[in-house]
């Protein structure tokens, strides 16, 4: 089984920054990518941002330049630094990571931190 768990999330107001980790743990064999979704009421499940084992990462339009995501392939651990926060960046915000367990390969999620920007 692989575990992901997530930390960081809360309240921040219109500007500011918040710093997302996830960490991976259990019978991973090995690694493509991690990243973080979100999703935030009455909508869909969105990318975020991904970091491949290679270190390519791809970002949302949305997120693209205020957002940085980073990973420490060692630890099994990916990190979201959340900049000029938006209230439409509210959500709640998923750890992702596609990899092979045993047999099987497969995105694995984590079960999500709540980010709320307000003032």
């Known amino acids: 089984q692989v575990q992901l768990v997530e930390s960081g999330g809360g309240l921040v107001q219109p500007g500011g920054s918040l710093r997302l980790s996830c960490a991976a743990s259990?019978?991973?064999?090995?690694?493509?990518?991690m990243g973080w979704y979100r999703q935030a009421p009455g909508k869909q499940r969105e990318l975020v941002a991904t970091?491949?084992?290679?270190?390519?990462?791809n970002y949302a339009s949305s997120v693209k330049g205020r957002f940085t995501i980073s990973r420490d392939n060692a630890k099994n651990t990916v990190s979201l630094q959340m900049n000029s926060l938006k209230p439409e960046d509210t959500a709640v915000y998923y750890c992702?990571?596609?990899?092979?367990?045993?047999?099987?390969?497969?995105?694995?999620w984590g079960r999500g931190t709540q980010v709320t920007v307000s003032s």
């Open positions: 992702m990571l596609n990899g092979r367990s045993y047999a099987l390969t497969a995105d694995y």
């Open positions: 970091i491949t084992s290679g270190g390519s990462t």
């Open positions: 259990g019978s991973i064999f090995s690694i493509n990518a």
